[in-house]
């Protein structure tokens, strides 16, 4: 391959490199925010799932209260029915014990579902909980990824600098402003050809020019994007692996 174009090959995948490394570690801070978030939506359900409990609770105790008021209620009105001494009071008294019942059967009911309810409230306090310890340990395992991650992105991003510029001068004045002329309009200037197309605007290159990229011996752009082009020939077939071999 022309010296030239291996060191613009070089070159690209350096600032790809770097590129990558610089937007990664600029997404930093949004990262970072996601796992928190995800921590405060796991807060968020065990707190409703705790809040959900504790209204059952005392709901449960009102009605208890309730149940105590009716009940009283209930021992009053047939206490008075001992002392009536007409038909009309008795039937009226006996009319109040009916609904004093039927409230106190009511409210019976009602502390009923709060029991039920208990166990299934209880359940899902635990569940969430078990669900933010999980989300807890997942995220801070992910948080000590991102900040190894960003670290050796730095450590990188500055081993990068001396390379780019070891490469930079050993590539003529001529070719690299052909290179920076291409990515100040197009972000990456160097494209691989295959199968007779530039793979990044993928549009064909003609035939001759196709067969002068697969010598590599020269500069070539990619007519339609203006790209320098360059071929990856296919690997070699390993030694007994060709057609024919035993």
């Not at 990262?31 to 921590?39: G, H, I």
């Not at 989300?135 to 780019?164: I, S």
């Amino acid at each position: 391959m022309l010296p030239d174009l291996e060191h613009l090959i070089a070159l690209q995948r350096i600032e790809d490199a770097v590129e990558h490394a610089r937007r990664t570690i600029a997404d930093y801070p949004e990262r970072v925010k996601a796992l928190d978030d995800r921590l405060e939506q796991a807060r968020g359900h065990l707190a409703a799932a705790k809040q959900r409990e504790s209204d059952s609770v005392a709901s449960w105790r009102a009605l208890e209260k309730d149940l105590a008021m009716q009940q009283g209620r209930l021992s009053k009105f047939k206490n008075q029915l001992m002392e009536v001494k007409t038909n009309r009071e008795y039937t009226a008294v006996q009319k109040e014990i009916e609904i004093a019942q039927h409230e106190t059967r009511a409210i019976e009911d009602r502390i009923l579902d709060r029991m039920l309810e208990a166990d299934d409230l209880a359940e899902a306090v635990k569940q969430a909980g078990q669900a933010l310890a999980a989300a807890q340990k997942a995220v801070a395992e992910e948080r000590r990824a991102l900040d190894d991650e960003v670290a050796r992105l730095q450590v990188e991003m500055e081993q990068a600098t001396g390379e780019h510029e070891r490469v930079i001068a050993r590539i003529p004045p001529a070719a690299l402003a052909t290179y920076r002329f291409v990515a100040a309009r197009r972000t990456k200037a160097v494209a691989e050809a295959r199968d007779g197309l530039c793979t990044i605007c993928h549009v064909r290159l003609r035939p001759q020019v196709f067969n002068d990229v697969r010598r590599n011996d020269t500069i070539i752009q990619c007519d339609s994007c203006q790209r320098i082009v360059y071929f990856v020939p296919p690997p070699t077939p390993a030694p007994g692996n060709g057609v024919g071999s035993n």
